[in-house]
């Protein structure tokens, strides 16, 4: 492994690892928050309803968690935790454009192109 | 049992199954599903979804280590990441049209066969089989850190390890689980990399395959923000945990009593599937 691919490795770990405790600080924070307004009794998840527009697509993640609701907060850090592997196939592009290895350019390219696809699937 | 107490069960659940997957190498996933089904009659849409969630804050924790330390093979990972997020968009979409008596009886006979795979005595083929067409051109062929220094490897098997990868993607998209077993799988046998890559490449890999499932979940509505909450917490402290006493910890009788507990519990999802 040369030293470029090392220096690619480094930066991708802290990637990874921003993302994943950024997400996790999302998440705590929003559960404080619906457990402080969720006294009522227990949600049922034995029959399955589906989850409301407005926890489901981007946009509304971001009104609610905007809006400090807990549910909004919580989708907000699984948002940025199904994120982070993703900036992490996006910063590879970069970093095989940098060292012109135009195959793998295209494989990361490929990669990404489904997973951009695969959070807007719902809404096409 | 008010909200509070429901939630602190579960994230308690789940910090045991992470603690308990990062020790014996399994996963966390893997115990979330049936878990939420069998103990908390949770229907298994949500389960799934939070599960795959909690899938992908432990292998993007755990990849945040290994990839600094040089083990996992970065082009190996990213030319297969093609066929293993194809696999779980398949596999996503499949969710949405099977029935849940279909997708448990996949689930525990997967449970079984990782259950296995975890117990019995791993063969590795050492021997280096020299160069291969596919995999030069693709250059794979890379080196890792072992005692001696840097070793270097070749891989062979490309086309075999590509498909086996579509495979462990599809049940990730459909079970909510990592597969780290199918896809360690495709790169030590098939593709014949050394094992503490295989391991590490594939677990750099699973966070990016559940995410392209996790995506078309968030999108059809499958991740409950209660319920996903105390499982992703849950289950990143716990595997957070495991990792650390994993260097000290004695694993073999504990990778026993895990598989068997996995093994209990597939069989009776299968049966309650069945019934």
Same mark, same amino acid.
Not at chain 2, 246 to 251: G, M, Q, S, Y
């Given at each position: 492994?040369?030293?470029?691919?090392?220096?690619?490795?480094?930066?991708?770990?802290?990637?990874?690892?921003?993302?994943?405790?950024?997400?996790?600080?999302?998440?705590?924070?929003?559960?404080?928050?619906?457990?402080?307004?969720?006294?009522?009794?227990?949600?049922?998840?034995?029959?399955?309803?589906?989850?409301?527009?407005?926890?489901?697509?981007?946009?509304?993640?971001?009104?609610?968690?905007?809006?400090?609701?807990?549910?909004?907060?919580?989708?907000?850090?699984?948002?940025?935790?199904?994120?982070?592997?993703?900036?992490?196939?996006?910063?590879?592009?970069?970093?095989?454009?940098?060292?012109?290895?135009?195959?793998?350019?295209?494989?990361?390219?490929?990669?990404?192109?489904?997973?951009?696809?695969?959070?807007?699937?719902?809404?096409? | 049992?008010?909200?509070?107490?429901?939630?602190?069960?579960?994230?308690?659940?789940?910090?045991?199954?992470?603690?308990?997957?990062?020790?014996?190498?399994?996963?966390?996933?893997?115990?979330?599903?049936?878990?939420?089904?069998?103990?908390?009659?949770?229907?298994?849409?949500?389960?799934?979804?939070?599960?795959?969630?909690?899938?992908?804050?432990?292998?993007?924790?755990?990849?945040?280590?290994?990839?600094?330390?040089?083990?996992?093979?970065?082009?190996?990972?990213?030319?297969?990441?093609?066929?293993?997020?194809?696999?779980?968009?398949?596999?996503?979409?499949?969710?949405?049209?099977?029935?849940?008596?279909?997708?448990?009886?996949?689930?525990?006979?997967?449970?079984?066969?990782?259950?296995?795979?975890?117990?019995?005595?791993?063969?590795?083929?050492?021997?280096?089989?020299?160069?291969?067409?596919?995999?030069?051109?693709?250059?794979?062929?890379?080196?890792?850190?072992?005692?001696?220094?840097?070793?270097?490897?070749?891989?062979?098997?490309?086309?075999?390890?590509?498909? *086996?990868?579509?495979? =462990? !993607?599809? %049940?990730? /998209?459909?079970?909510?689980?990592?597969?780290?077993? $199918? @896809? &360690? +799988?495709? #790169?030590?046998?098939?593709?014949?990399?050394?094992?503490?890559?295989?391991?590490?490449?594939?677990?750099?890999?699973?966070?990016?395959?559940?995410?392209?499932?996790?995506?078309?979940?968030?999108?059809?509505?499958?991740?409950?923000?209660?319920?996903?909450?105390?499982?992703? *917490?849950?289950?990143? =402290? !716990?595997? %957070?945990? /495991?990792?650390?006493?994993?260097?000290?910890?004695? $694993? @073999? &009788? +504990?990778? #026993?009593?895990?598989?068997?507990?996995?093994?209990?519990?597939?069989?009776?999802?299968?049966?309650?599937?069945?019934?």
């Amino acid at each position: 492994m040369d030293r470029a691919d090392q220096r690619m490795d480094e930066i991708m770990g802290r990637l990874l690892r921003t993302g994943v405790v950024l997400a996790a600080v999302f998440v705590l924070a929003g559960g404080g928050v619906y457990l402080a307004r969720h006294r009522t009794p227990v949600t049922n998840y034995g029959v399955f309803q589906g989850e409301p527009e407005e926890l489901r697509t981007v946009s509304g993640i971001f009104h609610e968690a905007l809006a400090l609701h807990g549910g909004g907060l919580i989708q907000l850090g699984l948002l940025i935790l199904i994120a982070t592997p993703i900036a992490r196939v996006a910063f590879s592009v970069v970093a095989f454009l940098y060292q012109r290895d135009w195959t793998y350019v295209v494989v990361t390219l490929i990669v990404l192109g489904l997973l951009v696809y695969s959070l807007l699937g719902g809404h096409g | 049992m008010n909200t509070i107490e429901f939630t602190s069960l579960i994230g308690l659940g789940a910090l045991v199954a992470g603690f308990l997957g990062a020790l014996t190498g399994l996963g966390g996933g893997v115990v979330i599903v049936p878990l939420l089904t069998l103990v908390f009659g949770v229907d298994i849409h949500y389960a799934i979804g939070a599960a795959l969630v909690s899938v992908i804050a432990t292998s993007s924790g755990a990849a945040a280590a290994y990839v600094r330390e040089g083990y996992s093979n970065v082009r190996v990972g990213m030319f297969l990441e093609i066929a293993t997020t194809v696999g779980a968009l398949v596999g996503a979409m499949l969710v949405l049209h099977l029935r849940v008596s279909i997708i448990s009886i996949i689930f525990g006979v997967v449970l079984l066969g990782s259950a296995y795979s975890s117990i019995k005595e791993h063969s590795h083929s050492i021997a280096d089989l020299g160069p291969d067409r596919i995999a030069t051109w693709l250059k794979m062929d890379s080196t890792y850190p072992t005692e001696n220094g840097l070793e270097s490897y070749h891989v062979r098997g490309v086309p075999q390890g590509f498909g *086996l990868m579509f495979v =462990a !993607g599809v %049940l990730s /998209g459909l079970l909510g689980i990592g597969s780290g077993a $199918v @896809k &360690v +799988l495709a #790169m030590d046998k098939a593709m014949k990399l050394p094992f503490k890559v295989s391991t590490t490449t594939s677990n750099f890999m699973i966070g990016v395959t559940a995410a392209a499932g996790a995506g078309v979940y968030l999108a059809r509505g499958y991740i409950d923000p209660g319920l996903a909450m105390p499982v992703m *917490l849950g289950v990143l =402290a !716990g595997s %957070l945990i /495991g990792a650390r006493i994993l260097a000290r910890a004695k $694993v @073999k &009788v +504990l990778r #026993m009593v895990f598989s068997g507990v996995i093994a209990v519990l597939a069989v009776e999802m299968i049966y309650n599937a069945v019934k």
